[in-house]
């Protein structure tokens, strides 16, 4: 999920006039308040606004290969994702294959080796830290394949990385604010953390419990970490945990992804039915929970289709030497019981982008290709 910067600013914006679920929030509590803010710019439909440079030279990015290397392609949403950008960039005439890292360092090293021997012109290594690819990142730029790290976190381009980061360390930070807010300030909250690549332990290290520690100095936060091949026992690790603390009154998910295995676990458990669960990085499950009221009250969710038209215009500007971007405002939004009744929840809104205000960044994009 999920996952997972600065020069070029956009605003994204968005309001919504139904309360929030943090009816227990005290505006004298200055940490609440600021998580209550976060909350309420994030509940109305989202429209993305960008000053992007111009990219004079958009058709020397014809016939150019580009390996897409997501860390499962057996998640939808990067399914999504690289759909979206086989389509976005074939307006440019660039060819976009998948690779599947499978969550392992074997398959993303052969995806690596793939990308050399097959002549690719670059590759995006999806929720894939470089550092994952060791001296990898040496034989790409050896063989002259342009690397750019997707969907992790917002950086300026540097050791030849061009980075284009999708929101993901802002959703987890928005996942925490309305925790804070919904719980008054006073939450006890239990993380479940991804522990497959050292970006995913980031994203809660230093995005999630950072939230927590400025804006609820007095919630409890605890963390667990689960990989991908331990996930038949996460139910387990939850239902154990709130056995332990019989305290805890949230669990916050990473990554969406994960959440049908925790559902079991609070299942499991006598006190299951009264912990709020919060999940980021959404999908079409997890909106459907926070819509019926069983164990989800609230997911954060950027559409795959905006990820997707982003990481092709920084891929773009790369392959033809334009100027990229440090950071975009991500049209990410946040559901809960204030507004999930005001969208249609279906898996065709979350791919196209209607779920979060509609799709307001493919024109935007293509406008600075020339191509509007």
Not at 37 to 61: E, N
Not at 64 to 79: C, N
């Amino acid at each position: 999920m999920v996952p997972l910067a600065l020069t070029l600013a956009a605003t994204g914006c968005g309001s919504s006039s139904a309360p929030t679920a943090a009816t227990s929030a005290s505006s004298n509590d200055p940490g609440v308040a600021a998580a209550q803010k976060v909350v309420d710019s994030r509940l109305g439909s989202q429209t993305f606004k960008a000053d992007l440079p111009a990219i004079d030279q958009i058709a020397k990015a014809k016939d150019k290969k580009v390996l897409y290397t997501a860390i499962s392609l057996k998640i939808p949403y990067f399914q999504n994702v690289l759909k979206t950008m086989q389509s976005a960039a074939g307006l440019a005439g660039v060819q976009v294959d998948g690779c599947d890292g499978n969550v392992t360092p074997a398959n993303i090293a052969g995806c690596v080796t793939q990308a050399i021997s097959q002549h690719y012109d670059a590759i995006v290594l999806d929720n894939i830290p470089v550092d994952l690819i060791g001296q990898g990142a040496d034989a790409l730029k050896g063989a002259g394949v342009q690397i750019i790290s997707a969907e992790g976190e917002s950086l300026p381009a540097a050791d030849g990385v061009t980075y284009a980061g999708t929101g993901g360390p802002e959703m987890l930070q928005a996942a925490a604010n309305w925790t804070i807010a919904d719980s008054g300030g006073k939450a006890n909250v239990l993380i479940v953390q991804q522990n497959d690549t050292p970006l995913q332990v980031k994203y809660v290290s230093q995005y999630m419990q950072p939230t927590f520690a400025k804006n609820c100095p007095n919630c409890k936060v605890q963390v667990i970490s689960v990989t991908a091949a331990q996930l038949g026992n996460l139910g387990t690790q939850v239902s154990a945990a709130l056995l332990k603390d019989p305290k805890i009154d949230y669990v916050v998910s990473e990554f969406d992804a994960n959440v049908q295995y925790i559902v079991t676990g609070l299942q499991s458990s006598p006190r299951g039915k009264s912990v709020k669960l919060v999940g980021a990085i959404g999908d079409l499950a997890a909106l459907q929970r926070v819509r019926s009221g069983q164990f989800q009250r609230a997911d954060v969710l950027v559409s795959p289709s905006y990820a997707g038209w982003a990481i092709t215009d920084q891929t773009l500007r790369v392959l033809v030497g334009a100027k990229t971007w440090d950071r975009l405002d991500t049209p990410f939004r946040t559901f809960d019981t204030s507004n999930i009744g005001d969208v249609t929840v279906a898996q065709d809104g979350i791919d196209g982008g209607a779920i979060v205000g509609g799709d307001t960044w493919s024109h935007v994009f293509r406008a600075s290709w020339g191509l509007s």
